[in-house]
């Protein structure tokens, strides 16, 4: 496909880190937040991630210049979208938030523009159903941290039009990502095994079947996982898990997917994981 603009629409954690992948693959970046305040944090995490490339040895200083030059700030919507070729939402996950800022996408893009979700949980059919033509809307679900993961779930609902699929793909593709197909379902197949997996954790460390530590280190080393599910959480954000189990438990009445106690108990204190310094570890810039 071809390398026209992109906007990234909400300038939080998935969304700081979808700019600067896009970036880094070669594509012009508008990013915008309705919280005007959240753009510079945003653009100055960005500028943290090129320079830990340059320090790593993956990126040069040319690198870092251009992808620099290719990233903008666009404080109104219709400013960041007006000219995008891929519009990705990263907003919070809230799906009342999402629809309306869907029917407003569909008014401010170009109408041949491709529109994104990147929800992680939230049904892609009821946020693509705020358009007029839904069959433009398709999920896209990145990982965090966007930029070392290689996955991307590409989610189709039934009615998606098969070439904004096959464009999801190709487009996740040119950012050096590995996409899969799935269909819209409570979860997809990464966040539904994912959170089982996190909640069941939540569990055992209630139950004092074992420490924080231990229980991560089980999956690390006994299954290979990169990070442990407590660990995990603390990255994702202990207030998005809940809201995404709170989800599952409702949509699939499943009891595997009821958030335990300390997971509540957690997120009512502020201790959110990392982005407040602690969660299930404590944690430090």
Request: glycine share 8%; net charge neutral; hydrophobic share 50%.
């Amino acid at each position: 496909m071809s390398a026209g603009p992109v906007a990234v629409v909400g300038a939080g954690t998935m969304g700081h880190g979808i700019a600067y992948a896009v970036a880094l693959a070669g594509f012009e970046v508008r990013l915008t937040d309705s919280r005007a305040e959240a753009i510079p944090v945003a653009i100055r995490k960005i500028g943290d991630l090129l320079q830990g490339g340059v320090q790593r040895g993956k990126l040069s200083q040319a690198d870092l210049s251009a992808v620099a030059a290719r990233l903008r700030a666009a404080p109104e919507l219709s400013a960041a979208v007006r000219d995008a070729e891929v519009v990705i939402e990263a907003v919070v996950e809230d799906l009342a938030v999402k629809q309306r800022l869907f029917a407003e996408l569909e008014r401010a893009a170009p109408a041949g523009a491709l529109l994104t979700t990147n929800t992680s949980s939230l049904s892609v059919a009821v946020v693509a159903g705020a358009a007029r033509d839904p069959g433009r809307v398709v999920g896209l679900h990145f990982f965090n941290p966007v930029h070392a993961m290689k996955l991307v779930e590409i989610v189709r609902h039934p009615r998606a039009a098969a070439a904004t699929v096959e464009r999801a793909v190709a487009f996740a593709r040119v950012l050096g990502k590995e996409p899969i197909v799935v269909n819209d379902s409570p979860g997809f197949v990464s966040s539904r095994l994912g959170v089982a997996l996190g909640l069941e954790a939540m569990r055992m460390l209630e139950q004092d079947v074992a420490s924080v530590e231990d229980i991560d280190k089980a999956m690390e080393l006994g299954y290979n996982h990169p990070m442990g599910p407590l660990k995990l959480t603390d990255l994702v954000g202990l207030d998005v898990r809940l809201a995404i189990a709170e989800y599952l438990h409702r949509t699939l009445e499943d009891p595997q997917f009821e958030p335990p106690a300390i997971l509540r108990d957690k997120v009512a204190k502020g201790e959110l994981g990392k982005k407040t310094g602690k969660g299930f570890y404590r944690w430090s810039d």
